[in-house]
């Protein structure tokens, strides 16, 4: 505990220690023992039908169902020893899916009341942990060695036998250790976020691990390499001699057989500290492997955070979005935010090549042959009696579109040849005219009082000026179905090259 | 003939084909998806340095590649009415499709939840800002529902039991088990900041103003570039954009550099050009595409072609009855517009689809002049003028069939 922590929380209530004494201590118990059990083993997400299992195989209760360990676990979950998290599993339904089909996890807090309770009970830890202690304690073996100058009958056995045992939990844990870091699942579980609640503790636990190696192992190498041989030797012999006193059920070796099997495994326990000639030693293995594991969990731990983070932003974002959707109150407008954020729409465009009548990037699309149909009937009728005769060939159908489309194209160009060619007039000097030429002449003049310069581009590239009578003088139109007075303007026509 | 000119020109042309392809699908679905399409996702992963390079000069659009999909985030250069989610009535539905992907992110594969469970979380995340959500009003479940299924038809949310129609009808007794898909994510497109850093919409689509080493040839400035992103983006998405309609600087170049561009937009998404007085014209030729085409399966498209070859027969016989406007547009008064429109019902109308030929004249009108302004065709100018832009004439349908109809 941090001293410099507010001191409520020395009065505070702890609801995770509520299981060790609540009435139904002993499921309790039971299942947070499991938890913890699977914990050391990296197994931290259990699904309440495993923990069902794994309660009734130790046989300590009776009658307790599958549905009361479900509720056990919720009340767990309530009182912060669990946390939960659906199922990944898929559901195929939504009643299944009601079915809480859960994982629970170990919360740390909980981790560290059950380690208490272990170390309470003194019970031997479970396999897969790094203790620095080990090679602490083997340490004091070899100092034992190199220290003790006469073996007293059975010390170097005994000796011998513990610094074995040490070596080889040592040795195993270790590797056992590292390997379950580099499997599937270990690596599956660095990808969850709930990773993160635990790589403080893994990794603190890893680095304590190398301080210990670096530390320990070093002044183990420089004992081993700069201790007299002999020295070993005489352990050794005093190990033989130890073991010939025992009685064995074994084909009897020779002294000199077990005492070359003595110096092997020897050798290999020295080896393992300070490597050979072009091996370096386990140690620095291990110290590489342990550096590897932090480093990677350190990494993976970045993704995650990474990704969090990312997310977050993206969940930011899409909350900003939502909330600016909302600030809209038309949906021209929404559709507007929506294309320009979500993109949402295919492209438009028109189907269909006409002919090409000319090839002057001036023409009209008004004066393009156009793209020809045949529609299709929408009704339950198909053909009306008396229909059109349908044109046998497209072509000559769409050569008579042609032609009467130029020919009507033409008249309209005479009425213009005729006004350009004159190139300016007065109302006054005009004779009777057509429909068409009112059609022009009006519009024009239209246009052209309602343009400030009084002068206009008609899209057949002509220019157009209107000059407005000096004093008023009016003049009198005659169309074929009447006569319009009008102020007797001056028109000026010129053509120009379209841009 | 065709076989000839295969064997010729083989390997150019089906790359170039094969790319153009690629192009179009990847400017009108969503993304493309290694397990869906895997053809087409295999097509774009070869030629993905090819599209991105393209896209990213000409439009400023960035191409997304991952191992298990590909997507094009296309930006409008203009928006028009119809760049939208057809089905959303209004802000509310855009907003909660948004809620959705928020409710969606950071959610494993296939990581299941209720429907209930979502729109409370929505309901409760809302009340937190203020925002009054009632699950027990039937429009609120309806709009809910428009932006599931949306969601749905995205394949961001999967539905294993269960109809959000049901819930969005009866609300609270029904729900729905969706899963989550990765794809969620993509849904929102990238912005150079982050989205909370845009205070206008406009932001939103201004063209990056950056000189990319591909398209810097001495002599361009960025805000070359940027026009020119302007201009590929609207030609590349709508059906045509007349000269009148570009601002002036944009209107230079497109005039000034329309044989690049007609080539540019030949070569890479096989849209034929072709240079008019009122504008330059693209239309696509093949028969189906994956982009929406004019004219559409709608009755409204046919009745539109009609008048148009109606209207052509009317000019050819009296050429200046109608005035036409110095941008090329002819313009008629709503009464002539729908005199036509008649006149065509007395002629076809036995052809035409029961609601057509039921409708008023008026509202029948109003449904067309929508249908022109959907495709840049034309539009009505206050309450008496129908314009009908130029690329109008270039139909004429006809009921003239040849030999029996089937």
């Known amino acids: 505990m941090n001293r410099r922590q507010t001191r409520e929380l020395w009065t505070k209530p702890v609801p995770e220690t509520k299981y060790l004494n609540a009435e139904n201590v002993a499921r309790y118990r039971l299942i947070l023992r499991l938890f913890y059990e699977n914990h050391s083993k990296l197994r931290y997400w259990l699904k309440a039908e495993e923990v069902y299992a794994g309660v009734m195989s130790w046989g300590l209760l009776d009658d307790y169902s599958l549905e009361q360990c479900q509720r056990d676990l919720e009340t767990l979950v309530e009182w912060k020893n669990l946390t939960s998290r659906h199922d990944g599993g898929r559901a195929t339904t939504i009643e299944e899916y009601l079915r809480k089909r859960f994982r629970y996890q170990m919360t740390p807090y909980t981790i560290e009341i059950e380690r208490m309770l272990e170390n309470l009970e003194n019970i031997q830890g479970y396999g897969g942990s790094l203790e620095p202690t080990l090679l602490e304690r083997l340490l004091g073996y070899i100092k034992r060695v190199r220290d003790i100058p006469e073996w007293p009958e059975g010390e170097a056995l005994q000796l011998w036998r513990d610094l074995q045992n040490s070596f080889r939990q040592l040795h195993e844990n270790a590797s056992d250790y590292l390997a379950s870091l580099q499997t599937g699942r270990a690596e599956e579980l660095m990808l969850t976020e709930q990773f993160l609640v635990f790589k403080d503790t893994l990794t603190h636990y890893l680095r304590n691990f190398v301080i210990g190696l670096q530390r320990h192992g070093g002044q183990m190498e420089a004992i081993l390499q700069e201790t007299d041989p002999e020295v070993w030797q005489a352990f050794l012999h005093a190990v033989v001699t130890d073991e010939a006193r025992m009685p064995s059920l074994e084909e009897s070796i020779t002294v000199e057989e077990r005492m070359d099997r003595r110096r092997e495994e020897w050798s290999i326990f020295v080896q393992w500290f300070t490597g050979n000639g072009h091996e370096p030693s386990d140690v620095i293995f291990l110290e590489r492997a342990t550096k590897d594991s932090i480093a990677k969990m350190l990494k993976y731990a970045l993704a995650i955070q990474e990704k969090y983070k990312w997310g977050i932003s993206r969940k930011r974002e899409l909350d900003y979005l939502g909330q600016w959707f909302l600030s809209l109150d038309d949906v021209e407008e929404a559709h507007r935010l929506g294309a320009y954020t979500f993109g949402l729409y295919r492209t438009r465009h028109f189907q269909g090549e006409g002919e090409r009548t000319s090839d002057s990037a001036d023409l009209s699309m008004w004066d393009e042959m156009p793209v020809i149909r045949e529609l299709k009937s929408r009704s339950r009728v198909q053909r009306k009696a008396g229909s059109t005769e349908a044109v046998r060939d497209r072509k000559e159908q769409q050569e008579r579109a042609r032609q009467a489309f130029l020919a009507g194209k033409a008249s309209e160009d005479e009425i213009l040849r005729k006004w350009v060619a004159m190139g300016e007039f007065s109302m006054s000097q005009l004779e009777r005219l057509t429909l068409p030429e009112r059609k022009f002449l009006l519009l024009w003049i239209g246009r052209c009082m309602a343009s400030r310069s009084r002068k206009i581009r008609t899209p057949d590239g002509l220019e157009i000026r209107l000059q407005e009578p000096e004093n008023g003088q009016r003049a009198k139109l005659v169309f074929e179905d009447g006569v319009l007075d009008l102020p007797d303007f001056r028109m000026f026509l010129k053509e120009v090259t379209a841009q | ?406």
């Open chain 2, 1 to 406: 003939m065709r076989r000839i000119r295969k064997m010729a020109g083989g390997t150019q042309e089906r790359l170039r084909a094969e790319l153009q392809q690629a192009a179009q699908a990847l400017l009108n679905r969503p993304w493309i998806t290694k397990r869906k399409d895997p053809e087409m996702f295999l097509l774009v992963k070869s030629h993905y340095e090819k599209l991105r390079d393209w896209f990213h000069d000409h439009a400023g659009f960035s191409l997304i590649v991952t191992r298990s999909f590909a997507k094009l985030e296309k930006i409008p250069g203009s928006w028009q009415p119809w760049m939208r989610i057809e089905t959303f009535h209004g802000p509310r539905d855009y907003a909660l499709f948004a809620y959705g992907l928020w409710y969606l992110e950071g959610r494993g594969e296939a990581e299941q939840f209720l429907l209930s469970e979502m729109v409370d979380a929505i309901r409760e995340h809302l009340l937190s800002l203020d925002v009054n959500l009632d699950w027990t009003l039937y429009e609120h479940r309806l709009s809910m529902a428009r932006a599931l299924k949306k969601l749905r038809e995205l394949d961001v949310l999967v539905a294993v039991e269960g109809e959000e129609s049901d819930w969005a009808r009866e609300g609270g007794n029904h729900n729905v088990l969706y899963e989550a898909s990765p794809m969620a994510r993509y849904v929102l497109r990238r912005f150079p900041k982050d989205l909370t850093a845009y205070q206008s919409m406009e932001e939103l689509i201004a063209p990056a103003d950056q000189l990319l080493p591909a398209a810097a040839d001495p002599g361009t400035g960025s805000d070359v570039q940027v026009r020119r992103q302007k201009i590929f983006r609207r030609l590349i998405q709508e059906p045509v954009v007349y000269d009148w309609q570009w601002p002036d600087e944009e209107r230079r170049y497109v005039q000034t550099q329309r044989s690049w561009l007609i080539e540019q937009m030949r070569n890479m998404l096989n849209l034929e050009g072709r240079r008019f007085r009122e504008g330059l014209l693209f239309t696509w030729t093949d028969v189906t595409g994956e982009m929406e085409l004019f004219p559409t399966l709608a009755g409204e498209s046919d009745l539109l072609m009609l008048l148009a070859g109606e209207i052509r027969r009317i000019l050819h016989k009296n050429p200046g009855i109608f005035e036409k406007d110095e941008q090329g547009n002819l313009l008629l008064t709503r009464a002539e517009f729908e005199g036509i429109l008649s006149r065509s019902k007395e002629y076809h109308g036995d052809y035409w689809s029961k609601g057509h030929r039921e409708k008023t004249s008026s509202l029948l009108a109003d449904e067309l002049i929508a249908h022109l302004r959907e495709w840049n065709l034309g539009m009505q100018e206050g309450v008496h003028i129908v314009k009908l832009y130029p690329a109008f004439m270039r139909w004429n349908g006809t009921y003239d069939w040849k030999g029996q109809a089937e």
